[in-house]
């Protein structure tokens, strides 16, 4: 049984700065990558941040050089420094982690989300 506990978020103003934490616990085989997504009301869930096991990074367009994804290899956690806020960033943040299977193919856990709220 995987676990992923987030904390961080809250509300901020615009241009202000916040971090989120999240923490998976249990046993995971081999971390394939780890991710931050975003679910705004009424929208889906979108992509905004990946860092693989191997230490590459995608960011999504809206977020490229305002939000910053790294690591905690030894306590396997996984932060997003978000910087300059808008309030389009207003949004539930959730942490996945997709885990390699021992006989192939990949397993994904979330955490419980956070929400994110930036005000004008």
């Known amino acids: 049984q995987v676990q992923l506990v987030q904390s961080g978020g809250g509300l901020v103003q615009a241009g202000g700065s916040l971090t989120l934490s999240c923490t998976a616990s249990?046993?995971?085989?081999?971390?394939?990558?780890m991710s931050w997504y975003r679910q705004a009301p009424g929208k889906q869930r979108d992509l905004v941040a990946t860092?693989?096991?191997?230490?590459?990074?995608n960011y999504a367009d809206s977020v490229k050089g305002r939000f910053t994804i790294s690591r905690d290899n030894a306590k396997i956690m996984v932060y997003l420094q978000m910087n300059s806020l808008e309030p389009e960033d207003t949004a539930v943040y959730y942490c996945?982690?997709?885990?390699?299977?021992?006989?192939?193919?990949?397993?994904?856990?979330w955490g419980q989300g956070t929400q994110v709220t930036v005000s004008t």
């Open positions: 996945a982690l997709r885990s390699r299977r021992r006989v192939g193919g990949l397993d994904v856990y």
């Open positions: 249990g046993s995971i085989f081999s971390i394939f990558d």
């Open positions: 860092l693989t096991s191997g230490g590459s990074t």
